[in-house]
C-alpha cells in the first residue's frame, strides 16, 4: 500500500509478486535442505528443461497474443471493447492455466509408466480418458462462464460473457494439439 501511494501504481503490483515468488521459493529451498535432499540435480534439470522450455515460449507467445488482439482492438474499435476483450480473455485463460497445470502433472506421470514398461493399449486409454476428462470439464466451464461473468461483473462488462467463450474453446483446441506435442 505504501509502494502504491508514494511511487508508480504499477511498482506495487510487481514488488508484491517478487516478494510472494522469493518467500514462496525460499520456504521451498528450506523444506529440500532440510529433509537432506539434493538442491540441484543434473539429470532432474535438464529433464525439466526439455519439456518446460517450449511451454514457456508458448505461453509467453499466447500473452503476446492477447495483448497485440487488445492494442489491435484499441486503436480500431475503441477503449470500451478493449476493456471488454481484456476482461473475457482473462476468464478464457483459466483454461490455458488449468491445461498447464495438469500436463505438468500427466506429462511425467506418463513418462514414469512408459518407462515402467506400461503397454500402448494402457497408454492409450489414459490419454483418451485424460483428454475426455478435460474435454468435459471445459465444455461445463464454458457452460457455466455466462452466469459466472453475470454475477461476478458490472453490468458494462456483461457483453464478455459472448466473447470468454470463444476464448476458452480456442484454448481446449490449444490443450488437444499438446498431446500430441
Request: hydrophobic share 55%; proline share 4%.
Amino acid at each position: 500500500i505504501l509502494l502504491d501511494v508514494f511511487s508508480a501504481p504499477y511498482i506495487a503490483r510487481v514488488f508484491s509478486s517478487v516478494v510472494a515468488a522469493a518467500a514462496t521459493g525460499g520456504v521451498s529451498l528450506v523444506f529440500i535442505y532440510l529433509r537432506g535432499r539434493n538442491l540441484f540435480d543434473r539429470k532432474a534439470t535438464v529433464y525439466a528443461l526439455k519439456i518446460s522450455v517450449p511451454l514457456i515460449l508458448h505461453a509467453l507467445a499466447g500473452i503476446l497474443l492477447v495483448r497485440i488482439n487488445q492494442v489491435i482492438i484499441l486503436k480500431v474499435v475503441g477503449a470500451d471493447a478493449a476493456g471488454i476483450y481484456a476482461y473475457a480473455s482473462n476468464f478464457g485463460q483459466i483454461i490455458s492455466t488449468l491445461f498447464l497445470a495438469c500436463n505438468a502433472a500427466f506429462v511425467p506421470w506418463l513418462y514414469k509408466a512408459l518407462d515402467a514398461g506400461m503397454d500402448a493399449r494402457s497408454v492409450n486409454l489414459t490419454i483418451r480418458f485424460y483428454i475426455n476428462l478435460f474435454s468435459i470439464g471445459t465444455a461445463a466451464f464454458i457452460l457455466l462462464l455466462p452466469t459466472a461473468i453475470g454475477l461476478l461483473s458490472d453490468p458494462s462488462y456483461r457483453e464478455s460473457s459472448y466473447i470468454a467463450p470463444i476464448i476458452a474453446m480456442g484454448f481446449l483446441v490449444n490443450f488437444y494439439y499438446t498431446i500430441p506435442v
